[in-house]
T-cell receptor, first 112, second 114 residues
């Protein structure tokens, strides 16, 4: 069956360091992949989208890579800050029908 | 500022009650979604609608139904609430026909069934 895995449930990173989160998927070749941020008790908020023909995408301190051979996306936050602490979700349109399927998320904590 | 609004942040209902969760978006989006979110399971799609009066089942539709009578409003109905439907419910919307469109989420409704 099709699956999206974010293989760290929780990640603690020292302030100022780079946080790297991983998203792996199986049995599909999506046209794009999205990353969302979710704060406790809130709905997810869109951060970045990367297409299958893009290797890397940047937005301020955020960087996303997409390796369609490995079926993996990496999400980096550089110069991390305590305000970056949140759960980060990756999402794919697994069936090509505009319905997003989400990974279970990685809870990131930036330690001052 | 674009918005998806869910009618309640918190709800407590009794087992067997019929429960309505309402969602309204002001972006004229065609697509609307209902997800539930549980610890360790992530967001799971319950139902999807791509037009007024059109709906498709998601991954976990059992025990739920939906209604979309107007483009901006998408309702989730728990026909007979059960304790295993205690969860965070999230509504989202997106533009149809753009394969790389983002989803906009509401703030969520935390439903407790006792």
């Amino acid at each position: 069956s099709q699956k999206i895995e974010q293989n760290s449930e929780a990640l603690n990173i020292q302030e100022g360091k780079t946080a790297t989160l991983t998203c792996n998927y199986t049995n599909y070749s999506p046209a794009y992949l999205q990353w969302y941020r979710q704060d406790p008790g809130r709905g997810p908020v869109f951060l970045l989208l990367i297409r299958e023909n893009e290797k890397e995408k940047r937005k301020e301190r955020l960087k996303v890579t997409f390796d369609t051979t490995l079926k993996q996306s990496l999400f980096h936050i550089t110069a991390s800050q305590p305000a970056d602490s949140a759960t980060y979700l990756c999402a794919l349109d697994l069936r090509g029908n505009e319905k997003l399927t989400f990974g279970t998320g990685t809870r990131l904590t930036i330690i001052p | 500022d674009v918005k998806v609004t869910q009618s309640s942040r918190y709800l407590v209902k009794r087992t067997g009650e019929k429960v309505f969760l309402e969602c309204v978006q002001d972006m004229d989006h065609e697509n609307m979604f209902w997800y539930r979110q549980d610890p360790g399971l992530g967001l799971r799609l319950i139902y999807f609608s791509y037009d007024v009066k059109m709906k498709e089942k998601g991954d976990i539709p059992e025990g739920y139904s939906v209604s979309r009578e107007k483009k901006e409003r998408f309702s989730l109905i728990l026909e007979s609430a059960s304790t295993n439907q205690t969860s965070m419910y999230l509504c989202a919307s997106s533009i149809m026909g753009r394969i790389n469109t983002e989803a906009f989420f509401g703030q969520g409704t935390r439903l407790t069934v006792v």
